[in-house]
């Protein structure tokens, strides 16, 4: 098992940038065993899946409403999971989640993660 905890979330104006974090810890499986995600939530609305990117982070894959602007990567030797929001709209304004899975490569879907951790909140101002 895993644990999964955010950082980096905070207010920024439209056009801004945050670097989210996610530090995993925990015993098990180790992290080659894990794909990796972000998810967001925003009000009223239900998961949506953002990013994911392999163990190895050479496989990646976008959300067409954050392609060019936001960016997965992962650094092994310090177990954490990054994500990298320039160009910052309104519309990304959400809960932003942390999420590892087994089951494939490379998930990009919200229902196929199966540990989380608990989201820090990201708003862009207009």
């Known amino acids: 098992q895993v644990q999964l905890a955010e950082s980096g979330g905070g207010s920024v104006q439209a056009g801004g940038s945050l670097r989210l974090s996610c530090a995993v810890s925990?015993?098990?499986?180790?992290?080659?065993?894990?794909?990796w995600g972000w998810v967001r939530q925003a009000p009223g609305n239900e998961l949506e899946f953002v990013a994911a990117?392999?163990?190895?982070?050479?496989?990646?894959h976008y959300a067409d409403s954050v392609k060019g602007r936001f960016t997965i990567s992962r650094d092994n030797g310090a177990n954490t999971v990054y994500l990298q929001m320039n160009s910052l709209k309104p519309e990304d304004t959400a809960v932003y989640f942390c999420?590892?899975?087994?089951?494939?490569?490379?998930?990009?879907?919200?229902?196929?993660?199966?540990?989380w951790g608990q989201g820090t909140q990201v708003t862009v101002s207009s």
């Open positions: 925990g015993r098990g499986p180790t992290f080659r065993s894990y794909g």
């Open positions: 990117c392999s163990w190895g982070g050479a496989n990646q």
């Open positions: 999420a590892a899975q087994r089951r494939t490569v490379v998930a990009a879907n919200a229902a196929l993660y199966e540990f």
